[in-house]
């Protein structure tokens, strides 16, 4: 197998535009390295649908940015993350890949370690939660913090709509939460990635005392570690990066939402299609 070059992109996929929280926080950590997205836009959502089938997708986005010589795979989607993380380890392993895998669950759940909780609210989607894997994370590491789950599947089509600042956003977060409000937990896990864009409207609706944790921000600090572990970091220079967006539906649908779902962010954005294998 060839050497990874330290020099490639960094690969990061996920169901539609909610990996690009993820993009955001690596342009704001690592502004010099090379990223390439893919967003399965055309699959989207996962959140609802088996883990055979979300495997399967996981899979096939890995393998396409693998065609693109990605030096890392960044799974910027909870869902997959959740419930599909070992089978495309193994299939890429047994296919000769060796490029490391990272998934935001584990990177999410470490972000809380030093915190040391006492009770966490994880939200996700209907998969996420039903995989029960933030649930025996978090038990593994901290085996005295109680954790309440909350599926949240409308939450994801709310943000990807760009309707994240929406009063649709507040009634739909006060649904959900309402079962925490009596006796709110200290710290509230988002384990979606479209959520990040909700915590203004989540604000409005929790206690200010209770700590939010984006796993955005923690798999970007997460991936600057694994990339120094690994001699794979780019040396740092003061050229931006190399930005390159693929979409498994229209490019110009997805440039066009992408723009109302990062507020401008990471735009102008030239996107190429990648249909789905
Ligand atoms: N990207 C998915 C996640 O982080 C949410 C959207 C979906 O259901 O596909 O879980």
């Given at each position: 197998m060839n050497k990874i070059s330290k020099t490639a992109p960094i690969g990061v996929f996920d169901s539609g535009l909610g990996g690009l929280t993820v993009v955001a926080a690596l342009d704001a950590l690592l502004p010099h390295e090379d990223i390439i997205y893919l967003g399965d836009t055309a699959r989207v959502p996962y959140g609802d649908k088996s883990p055979e089938t979300v495997g399967r997708f996981g899979l096939e986005n890995a393998l396409a940015l693998l065609e693109r010589d990605v030096k890392m795979i960044v799974v910027a989607c909870n869902t997959v993350s959740a419930t599909a993380l070992p089978f495309?380890?193994?299939?890429?392993?047994?296919?000769?890949?060796?490029?490391?895998?990272?998934?935001?669950?584990d990177a999410g759940i470490e972000a809380i370690i030093p915190r040391n909780p006492r009770k966490i609210c994880v939200l996700g989607t209907r998969a996420t939660i039903a995989s029960g894997a933030?649930?025996?994370?978090?038990?593994?590491?901290?085996?005295?913090?109680?954790?309440?789950?909350?599926?949240?599947?409308?939450?994801?089509?709310?943000?990807?709509?760009?309707?994240?600042?929406?009063?649709?956003?507040?009634?739909?977060?006060?649904?959900?939460?309402?079962?925490?409000?009596d006796s709110p937990p200290d710290t509230l896990l988002l384990g979606c990635t479209h959520y990040p864009l909700l915590i203004d409207a989540i604000r409005t609706v929790l206690p200010p005392s209770i700590t939010i944790v984006d796993s955005s921000i923690a798999i970007a600090e997460k991936i600057r570690e694994t990339l120094e572990k690994l001699d794979l970091a780019k040396i740092i220079d003061t050229s931006s990066g190399r930005r390159e967006f693929l979409s498994t539906d229209s490019p110009r649908l997805f440039a066009e939402r992408a723009k109302v779902f990062l507020d401008g962010k990471l735009s102008p954005m030239k996107v190429e299609e990648a249909p789905c294998r």
């Open positions: 495309i380890q193994s299939e890429l392993e047994a296919r000769g890949f060796r490029v490391p895998i990272l998934g935001v669950v933030y649930e025996r994370g978090i038990r593994a590491k901290l085996p005295d913090t109680e954790t309440i789950s909350i599926p949240c599947p409308i939450l994801a089509p709310i943000v990807e709509d760009g309707l994240a600042n929406h009063p649709i956003a507040t009634s739909a977060i006060k649904h959900y939460l309402t079962p925490i409000l």
